[in-house]
């Protein structure tokens, strides 16, 4: 069966500094992976989204940034966080085909301090 | 774009008493929709999905929605509540756009089951 791995669960951050989460996929080959950003109140905000190795598409101008350096792993970045980086980070795959469904990991809490 | 809308984003119904979450489509297209739920700091998790087989889909945890093409809704409905429902839930509709497979949802149901 296939599962996903997202960490760490939960991150401290001071602002400035940089960031990296990892998400990785197991159980299945040449997934669409997707990264999403939870505030509270306003649903689920898609950051990024990868139909391949190195293939990343943004959905929002912002100071975050995706790499996908092997098949089943999927990384969200940040050179220098920012208070408005806080949030909930979820990591999500979903198989080829338009009514495949996602399948989330367990998310990220996110605080920048 | 296709999108969906979420009406009421806190309902509370008592335990024992009928769930109804309501969700509107916006589509030009016959949608692929879904509902998933979320409980507190965990992913969202796949309640069930439409995909045009049947009108009446049936998902885990007793929960069902209903495709009703002439309202553009897909209202998920459970006939009793139960404590262990108290979550949030998210409609979600699938579509092409550009080549790529997107998926947009919406801003969310908190429900709460008061005992």
């Known amino acids: 069966s296939q599962t996903i791995h997202q960490w760490p669960a939960t991150l401290v951050q001071p602002v400035g500094s940089p960031l990296s989460l990892e998400c990785t996929v197991e159980g299945t080959s040449n997934p669409n992976l997707y990264w999403y950003r939870q505030a509270a109140g306003r649903g689920l905000q898609l950051l990024f989204y990868s139909v391949g190795i190195g293939q990343i598409s943004s959905e929002v101008p912002q100071n975050l940034s995706a790499s996908r350096p092997q098949d089943r792993q999927f990384i969200l970045s940040s050179k220098k966080l920012l208070l408005s980086d806080s949030g909930f980070y979820l990591c999500?795959?979903?198989?080829?085909?338009?009514?495949?469904?996602?399948?989330f990991g367990n998310g990220t809490r996110l605080t920048v301090t | 774009a296709q999108s969906v809308t979420q009406l009421g984003s806190h309902v509370s119904v008592s335990e024992g008493a009928l769930v109804l979450l309501r969700c509107n489509y916006s589509?030009?297209?016959?949608?692929?929709l879904f509902w998933y739920v979320q409980y507190p700091n965990q992913g969202l998790q796949l309640l069930l999905k439409?995909?045009?087989?049947?009108?009446l889909v049936k998902g885990i945890n007793g929960f069902e929605a209903e495709f009703k093409k002439s309202e553009t809704s897909f209202h998920l409905t459970k006939p009793s509540a139960h404590m262990s429902d108290a979550a949030e839930y998210f409609c979600a509709v699938s579509y092409n756009s550009g080549g790529y497979q997107k998926v947009t949802f919406g801003t969310g149901t908190k429900l709460q089951v008061i005992p």
């Open positions: 589509s030009s297209v016959p949608p692929y």
């Open positions: 999500a795959w979903r198989a080829r085909g338009t009514v495949t469904p996602l399948h």
């Open positions: 439409y995909t045009s087989a049947a009108t």
